[in-house]
């Protein structure tokens, strides 16, 4: 589903972030990127979802070279991926609710029909009670679940997520990573950026990064 | 076709939100535009009052002969046989009245308010004169002329020896079609500057708001927006400043009829008219309100390209 072959990137002045690294992930893998701030993780989550173009190397997502996408096919390559940010994005001026129904109503559906699965999504991340809450009114953990609700709705083959625990207790956390792994339980391919090591074990696959190079990579027996 | 439709009614929704989120700076952008549009739609609701005027002023036209001043009174008076006889061989009759050099001056001390300085002078500088009343009336429309026999008889009467000059009255009429001409090619001029501030005070409303909301673009630009969707609600804002602004310059400019017309009626009476200023007719009005949103949209295509390619 996802191919990196020998990707670098460098950023002026002469910073490199990525340097000659290949892997593949298949559909459904839970896949952890792990390694310290400044390894690299958040620039493959950006070229993955094509808002970073690799320097040298060829990124493929389902078969399609990032590095080919114009500018009119970029928001539909983008509407098949779930992105979970640090920082959650969220619009602080729009409920939780209609926060989650965005990404549908940009993708054309009918009001009714996102109020339907965005409610659906929202419960699923046990907000139903946050609906009509701005994000400034819940908490860390609650903001970062309602993330992950705007990133589900769309029902995308793909997620990324940014150190989605960066900021959040253990509870918070434990919840946050259920509710991924559930989702590649279910066939989405989640890939997660991750210093955390408690995660760790739940993944199929961890790709070691130490600045902007790969090391070993760690593969779930089963 | 209808998630197109469904997406143009969720932007314009949009951009009522955005104005009614910050109703001081909408208010203010408004009223910033309508004063700039209020200048040429009252220019154009002043000519579009006086044209009807002006094309309808008929007149009979006259010719004023001014004799040499060293011509004798008798051969002054004698003059008259000869313009009757220009008069019927050229198919225009008119009334001739004779002015004495006197009684021109008593005139001219009366009405002129100069009688002091007159009585200064000593001698009367002024010469006897004819003045020709034509009984034909005619049209004089801001794209007419003199009929062409007049002007041919007063060529005829210059070259008679005892004339010094000729005069046609109705020359002030060719003057006041050429004001007419100059006052509208300077409205348009006024027209086009205005539009240029109109769109640049929109083009800069428009870059303030992409920049205040430039955490939600890049969010929905991550969410798969395409950059229609994301500038749409710019667009309508835009065009809804425009056409509120265009409305307010409209109320403003009828507004300030009110008193004008007041001051207008009290001059047209010593005249015996009731002439007054109306306001613009519906279909001018709906004319320039439909120019002034295209002004906005304009104004807001240009910002919004410029703004969301810089933030992309």
Redesign the interface.
């Known amino acids: 589903m996802i191919e990196f072959k020998q990707v670098s990137k460098h950023f002026p002045p002469g910073v490199s972030a990525l340097s000659d690294v290949s892997f593949s992930i298949e559909r459904g893998e839970l896949v952890f990127l792990a390694g310290p701030s400044g390894a690299g993780k958040s620039t493959i989550l950006k070229m993955i979802a094509a808002i970073e173009r690799p320097t040298s190397g060829q990124v493929l997502v389902n078969g399609q070279d990032i590095a080919g996408l114009n500018t009119a096919a970029l928001p539909y390559f983008r509407r098949n991926i779930g992105l979970i940010l640090q920082d959650h994005a969220l619009l602080l001026d729009r409920t939780i609710l209609e926060n989650v129904m965005l990404p549908l109503l940009i993708g054309g559906a009918t009001k009714a029909e996102a109020l339907i699965r965005a409610n659906a999504a929202i419960e699923k991340m046990n907000l139903s009670d946050k609906i009509d809450a701005f994000p400034l009114a819940l908490s860390g953990g609650e903001q970062q679940r309602a993330a992950i609700a705007r990133a589900i709705v769309n029902r995308p083959q793909l997620i990324l997520a940014d150190e989605p625990t960066a900021y959040l207790d253990r509870d918070n956390a434990k919840k946050v990573m259920q509710a991924l792994q559930a989702f590649s339980a279910a066939g989405v391919t989640c890939i997660i950026s991750s210093h955390d090591e408690e995660f760790l074990v739940s993944a199929s696959r961890v790709i070691y990064l130490n600045q902007g190079k790969q090391g070993d990579s760690w593969q779930s027996a089963a | 076709m209808k ?1 197109w439709i ?2 143009h009614a ?1 932007a314009s929704l949009s951009a009522m939100k955005q104005i009614i ?1 910050a109703p001081g700076n909408f208010l203010f952008n408004v009223l910033v535009v309508a004063v700039a549009l209020s200048l040429p739609i009252t220019g154009l609701t002043l000519i579009e009052n006086i044209r009807p005027v002006s094309d309808q002023l008929s007149i009979a036209p006259e010719l004023s002969l001014f004799l040499k001043t060293d011509l004798t009174r008798t051969d002054a008076i004698a003059l008259a046989d000869t313009i009757k006889k220009m008069l019927k061989t050229a198919g225009t009759p008119a009334k001739l009245v004779f002015v004495p050099r006197e009684t021109a001056l008593t005139g001219l001390q009366n009405n002129s308010g100069l009688g002091d300085v007159l009585a200064t002078l000593g001698q009367n500088p002024l010469p006897d004169a004819y003045v020709l009343s034509f009984e034909q009336h005619f049209e004089l429309t801001t794209q007419q002329s003199s009929p062409v026999k007049i002007e041919a008889l007063a060529a005829q009467l210059q070259k008679l020896p005892e004339v010094d000059h000729v005069q046609i009255d109705s020359n002030w009429i060719k003057r006041l079609a050429a004001l007419m001409h100059l006052a509208q090619f300077m409205l348009v001029g006024l027209a086009i500057i205005l539009s240029i501030v109109v769109v640049t005070v929109i083009f800069n409303a428009t870059r303030l708001q992409v920049l205040s909301h430039r ?2 673009i ?10 229609q ?1 994301i500038r749409r609600p710019y667009y309508y804002a835009g065009a809804l400043l425009g056409a509120t602004a265009g409305l307010t310059a409209l109320a403003l400019v009828a507004a300030v009829l009110q008193p004008l017309n007041q001051a207008i009626l009290e001059f047209a009476s010593l005249y015996g008219s009731n002439f007054q200023l109306a306001p613009l007719n519906l279909t001018f009005s709906v004319y320039l309100l439909i120019s002034a949103a295209i002004l906005g949209l304009f104004g807001a295509f240009l910002s919004v390209r410029h703004q969301i390619s810089q933030l ?1």
Do not use: F, P
Request: glycine share 6%.
């Open positions: 998630i469904r997406q969720s989120s955490a939600e890049r969010v929905i630009r991550l969410l798969g927006a395409t950059n969707y992309s």
